[in-house]
């Protein structure tokens, strides 16, 4: 697949949390392994760092609020150090109000605060969500004078919310419904049930199952050391494996 072309009209950031001690600790990681990486530094009052994976992902460090953590007792990162989850995730477009509209009127974000853009392309907005703070945060960048986005190597393709449920699930359908908004109906992926819609900065949105969850056809204590396929792709799992770059 070719590279992405980066623009507006697309997810631009993955934000990563992380321990706000451990900066200097992933600094010193990224370069050892000769990825392209900035400098820490304060943005929207937290301590980031931000990187690239070797496909030019764009991702982002960012020091942590207290709060529960599970770390897992066999990485190579100590316990400390690991990353905690996800977010802030940062998306571009090229004019708030349409956005925005969704975000607060059917998402039911509240904004809360804005910024400059570090790379100077524009403002950037901060939604918050259920008890807000960096693991439910989206933040909106603002970006009118940047190409349109092209789906590549390197970019997101979507970004998912939790939902606790099928019940609510079936109730952001209906949501979605009285504001006439299309999308694709619920999808039953075996390990949870997905709705997708776009919002009208283009940027693609799933709403998700926290449940049945990924223990259900393995034990917790070892997922991801193999792959797991739900029963519908079991049948073609030579040819998804033939495709696939081991994970050292």
């Known amino acids: 697949m070719a590279r992405e072309r980066r623009g507006t009209h697309s997810i631009s950031r993955t934000g990563l949390r992380v321990a706000g001690d451990s900066l200097d600790f992933w600094a010193a990681r990224l370069a050892d392994q000769g990825l392209t ?23 982002r460090l960012t020091a942590d609020q207290p709060g529960e953590v599970h770390p897992w007792d066999r990485s190579p990162v100590p316990a400390a150090h690991q990353i905690r989850g996800l977010g802030p995730i940062t998306i571009s477009v090229p004019d708030l109000a349409p956005t925005e509209a969704v975000l607060s009127r059917v998402l039911n974000m509240r904004r809360t605060r804005d910024y400059a853009s570090p790379d100077g392309e524009g403002q950037v907005h901060v939604f918050e969500m259920g008890d807000g703070g960096p693991a439910a945060e989206l933040h909106v960048a603002v970006q009118p004078g940047l190409p349109v986005a092209r789906q590549g190597a390197g970019a997101v393709h979507h970004v998912a919310f939790r939902t606790p449920d ?12 009285e504001f006439r908004i299309p999308s694709s109906g619920e999808v039953e992926r075996y390990y949870f049930r997905s709705l997708y819609f776009r919002e009208p900065g283009g940027n693609l949105f799933e709403i998700a199952t926290d449940g049945p969850g990924f223990a259900v056809d393995e034990p917790l204590e070892s997922l991801g050391e193999r792959l797991s396929l739900p029963p519908f792709l079991e049948s073609r799992r030579q040819q998804i494996e033939a495709g696939l770059k081991p994970l050292d």
């Open 37 to 59: 990486r900035g400098r820490i530094t304060t943005l929207d009052g937290r301590a980031t760092l931000d990187f690239e994976d070797p496909e030019g992902q764009r991702l």
């Open 166 to 177: 099928v019940p609510a699930i079936h109730q952001w359908a209906q949501r979605l419904a």
